[in-house]
């Protein structure tokens, strides 16, 4: 810039010089004040010195036609150098019209008034227009003696950055590759001006596709830019970007995210949240949430930065439209079509009446709009947003253009929603064709179309052809899943499990849907053994891998993650917080930015990555003869109006089967029992188990009994059965299998022994056995008092504790009374004994109605959206806490609510025995189990949980926990000691006294 300032001296000292022996006149003094205020770099003062001068001097006869336009030349760099660019570009186009007309008389003065119009046009734009000038100013800067390098450099690189927004990239590289060459000749590569070329090389590359040398030019540019000009600048924050940018291209998400937190922490530094670059960096991140799935967080970010850019850069800005169209693609991906439709067409209208309608900038516009009026089952409009979209990116970018596959896609899926399937597959085909020249076989986008092709192809029952395409869609997922997503926070990873699930549920559809008769059900399983628990076992992966490793720094920035989790679960449970949901979301970015940046340091966890690609032939082989698994899963139909989990299916894995067996169970209303409330519980539970004490209840095979449905259709594949490893699913969690009854009046129990898993992949992970040595007991628990207590105190349950204490002498501890706090329970903290007993209230609420005025009568924990908060264990003082209106400073309220426990370090413990109520009840999640105090205890880290369905009385559950003690003690394994206590209680009591408590591995 000095060197600018230094041209324009020597240029107005030329005319002054020139003019000093003409008459003097009030014009010509007004130019060299004017002139010497450019000189000093005074553009805001010079601007109204011009406009003055050229109102005066415009008849002036003293004046002559070359030092008139001169000044115009003047004001038009004071214009773009003060930011106003319109008046620039209508100032230089009267100069720039002259000095064409005069066949530019001046070389130097023409370079810079083609520069300034250049830039006027690009900050407007109008790349287009702004090439065609800094292209002549940069070949007039290249042969004028007089130019700096500086210039040349500066100059260069604006031709680049239009050339790059016009996605020009070819001319882009020819360019940049130049301005590199000479920049390493006239300064050398240990200068800034090189860093940045380099950087911009890089850039172009990433643009052309040329990968294999992005990484190591932009570390070296990087390298480079911090040792020449520090940390702290926005060219070292930039290139941060672009290796986010990289990595998001790679699908390489973890490091992507990385690289994006590192630039936003040196944005803040800089004090640099309201700048252009803030707001881009900002979308960049929506743009990566949007690529994962992640469509509300994407809109969050969004928002976020359309909130700054409105407030300084105005609606009518080009970046402040940019954000508005990237919002309404989001609202797109949200099904909310007709927002998405209202700010597409904001931004059509915005480009196409500033560029034109054959401008790039109206392809994306038309893109959104296509997809948005399909959505709105407006098939003519989308279709004519659609055409236009196809030609528009054909003239300007050519037929290979990757834009053009969502394009062929969208057309295809207007197809098939009017049923016309074999003109839907045309199109799909195109977009396929057309989306693996740009993207691997494992992208999203590439399995979105496989999946739509899938559709279609069911939908003309081409049963095969439909199977292939399911199958090799759900292979592509899970290599997906695991190349691309390890590094993802866990509610990232959730949305990509989704998709998995849905591929399975499609496959299960298609054999149910033609009576099951396609064969190969292998990949099928495979699937679910690898979603089934991902989420769960991602994050006791995660804990596991920190804690395992000496890395100090690791195992503090795991501390933070887990003091800010908390923080947010007080925060939910805070009326306050109602009204400040941003702040809520900002935090729970925050854990997401921990969580990834956790997962890609510790390699340790690597571990958990290659027992995600298990298959079924490695959990067959762990079988022996005489054991069986079986694997249940919950799916739903698609030709239901609504998507309910209503349906079921079970795989069943011998050793000496071939392949597994798939079996579709009956859909039958023994389910919806479930769902009753509390007060029938034992009439429901004598309905779905029968009595057989003092009476001759049966279970007649072909009814709506449990056996009938979830046993019988099996029973042909356990022959000479006498082990099974089971997983359940949907509502099949909140029944005991052990309880069942069959047709010869015996419990499923008596005839097999049953051992629960969250999966029966975990036949794979050797789980220690549990020592009885140490036990920490809780029972009789005061919860205080009030005037309607929620919590009646349980004196059954201090007898029962005390009566465990007598029966491991000097290996357990009562905790009792006023002593049983929640402080106390969390002291446990990284310390828990071996063995957990916790007799008290547990409780769980379901999902809050939506309407407003029935959320008003709901507590804090009845009403909370997260049910890890529905659901807990009462401590002492609960019965004051219940109806406390907020937490109040670090003081805890003495409901110990699931969020709480699953940020707990609980490792220690093998066992935990919730002697409780209806602790192992939960929000029901396909896949993920049930999301209340067993998955809680599950993340905390203990290997066997013993929780219980319902109600049971206060004897019978210590005469249970009795015999369940008295068995471990005698040195049986915890799953024997289990089934020795369901045997001995099955022949004394009904279901309902013991057939609650069941144990999960």
């Avoid at 005839?751 to 969250?758: H, N, T």
């Amino acid at each position: 810039m000095k060197q600018f300032f230094l041209i324009s001296f020597v240029l107005t000292t030329y005319i002054i010089t020139t003019n000093a022996q003409q008459p003097k006149s009030p014009c010509l003094d007004l130019m060299k004040t004017a002139e010497g205020l450019v000189a000093g770099g005074k553009f805001k003062e010079a601007v109204a010195m011009y406009q003055k001068v050229l109102q005066q001097c415009h008849s002036d006869t003293s004046v002559s036609d070359n030092q008139y336009y001169f000044q115009v030349l003047m004001l038009t760099i004071s214009f773009t150098q003060t930011g106003m660019h319109d008046s620039a570009i209508v100032s230089g186009k009267a100069a720039y019209n002259f000095y064409e007309k005069n066949r530019k008389p001046n070389a130097t003065y023409y370079a810079f008034l083609n520069s300034s119009l250049g830039q006027s046009y690009a900050k407007l734009g109008y790349h287009e227009q702004a090439i065609i000038h800094l292209k002549k100013a940069y070949a007039e800067f290249l042969v004028n003696s007089d130019a700096s390098r500086d210039i040349i450099y500066m100059e260069g690189m604006r031709l680049f950055e239009s050339y790059m927004a016009l996605q020009l990239y070819k001319e882009a590289k020819t360019i940049i590759t130049e301005v590199e060459e000479r920049t390493k000749k006239v300064y050398n590569e240990e200068t800034l001006q090189y860093g940045i070329c380099l950087r911009s090389l890089a850039q172009v590359s990433m643009a052309l596709g040329e990968m294999n040398d992005v990484v190591p030019m932009l570390q070296k540019a990087i390298g480079i830019i911090q040792r020449t000009a520090g940390k702290i600048n926005r060219q070292y924050s930039l290139s941060l970007n672009f290796l986010g940018y990289y990595y998001s291209l790679q699908k390489d998400y973890s490091n992507a995210f990385y690289y994006y937190d590192q630039e936003r922490t040196v944005l803040r530094q800089m004090g640099d949240t309201i700048s252009t670059d803030y707001i881009g960096l900002l979308n960049s991140i929506a743009l990566l949430y949007k690529e994962v799935g992640r469509s509300r967080d994407a809109l969050y970010s969004f928002d976020e930065a359309f909130v700054i850019s409105r407030r300084v850069l105005g609606m009518r800005h080009e970046l402040t439209v940019g954000l508005i169209l990237n919002m309404g693609a989001t609202y797109v991906d949200l099904r909310n079509y007709r927002s998405g439709t209202d700010f597409a067409l904001y931004a059509y209208n915005f480009y196409t009446g500033k560029f034109g309608k054959e401008s790039s900038k109206a392809v994306s516009c038309l893109n959104t709009l296509g997809v948005a009026y399909s959505g709105l089952k407006k098939y003519d409009s989308s279709n004519f947003y659609n055409r236009e979209a196809i030609r528009l990116m054909k003239k300007i970018y050519g037929d290979g253009y990757n834009g053009l596959t969502s394009i062929y896609t969208n057309i295809g899926t207007n197809f098939f929603e009017q049923k016309r399937y074999d003109s839907a597959l045309v199109y799909y085909d195109f977009g396929y064709k057309n989306a693996i020249k740009t993207f691997p076989l494992v992208h999203p986008y590439v399995n979105s179309i496989t999946m739509n092709m899938f559709a279609a192809y069911k939908d003309l029952k081409n049963w095969n052809k439909a199977d292939s395409l399911v199958r090799v869609s759900a292979r592509r997922q899970q290599d997906y899943i695991i190349e691309y997503t390890t590094g993802l926070s866990e509610s990232e990873k959730a949305d990509v499990a989704q998709t998995m699930r849905f591929i399975v549920f499609s496959g299960l559809n298609l054999r149910q849907e033609t009576g099951n008769h396609l064969k190969n059900h292998a990949w099928l399983l495979d699937a679910i053994l690898f979603y089934k628990g991902l989420l769960l076992e991602s994050s006791r992966g995660l804990a596991a891998a920190v804690k395992s490793t000496g890395d100090v720094t690791l195992q503090e920035q795991f501390g933070k993650y887990q003091a800010l989790k908390k923080k947010i679960g007080q925060a939910m449970l805070s009326k306050e917080m109602s009204v400040d949901s941003k702040l809520l979301d900002q935090w729970k970015n925050e854990v997401n930015d921990i969580e990834r940046q956790l997962f890609r340091n510790s390699s340790v966890f690597s571990g958990w990555q290659e027992r995600q690609k298990a298959s079924y032939t490695n959990v067959q082989k762990k079988l022996k003869k005489g054991e069986a698994a079986i694997e249940y899963v919950a799916f739903y139909k698609f030709n239901e109006t609504k998507y309910n989990f209503n349906y079921y299916a079970a795989f069943v894995l011998r050793s000496d089967m071939s392949e597994p067996t798939l079996v579709f169970l009956k859909n039958d209303s023994a389910f919806q029992l479930l769902t009753k409330k509390s007060s029938q519980q034992e009439i429901l539970v004598k309905r779905l188990y029968r009595s057989t004490i003092g009476g001759k209840a049966s279970a007649n095979a072909n009814t709506d009994s449990l056996y009938g449905i979830l046993w019988r259709p099996l029973q042909p594949y356990l022959k000479d059965v006498s082990k099974v490893y089971f997983s359940t699913d949907g509502q099949i969690n909140q029944l005991n299998l052990a309880a069942v009854l069959q047709p010869n009046r015996q419990r499923l129990v008596e005839s097999y022994q049953l051992v629960q898993m969250a999966s029966t992949r975990n036949l794979l992970v050797q789980t220690a056995s549990v020592q009885m040595n140490q036990i920490e007991l809780w029972g009789g628990i005061d919860y205080s008092t009030a005037k309607a207590p929620v919590f009646n105190y349980l004196p059954g349950t201090l007898t029962e504790v005390n009566k465990i204490k007598g029966m491991t002498t000097g290996k357990s501890t009562v905790i009792t009374g006023t002593i049983a706090k929640e402080e106390r329970f969390k002291q446990l903290d990284g310390k828990s004994p071996a063995v957990l007993h916790v007799a008290t209230h547990g409780f769980f609420y379901p999902e809050p109605s939506k309407d407003a005025a029935s959320a008003q009568t709901l507590n804090r924990f009845m009403g909370a959206k997260d049910p890890m908060l529905r659901a807990g264990l009462a401590l002492s003082g609960a019965n004051i806490g219940w109806d406390s209106t907020q937490i109040k400073g670090s003081k805890e309220d003495g409901i110990l609510t699931a969020y709480e426990i699953s940020v707990m370090d609980l490792s220690k413990t093998k066992l935990v025995i919730l002697s409780a109520c209806e602790t192992g009840l939960g929000d029901i999640q396909s896949g993920e189990g049930v999301y209340g105090l067993q998955r809680a205890f599950k993340l905390a880290g203990v290997d066997y949980l013993i929780m219980s369905l319902w109600q049971v009385p206060d004897q019978e559950t210590q005469v249970f926990m009795e015999l369940l003690y008295n068995n471990a003690l005698k040195g049986m394994a915890i799953e024997e000691a289990f089934r020795a206590t369901q045997l001995t209680m099955s022949q004394k009591y009904d279901p309902y006294q013991w057939a609650a408590f069941v144990l999960l591995k």
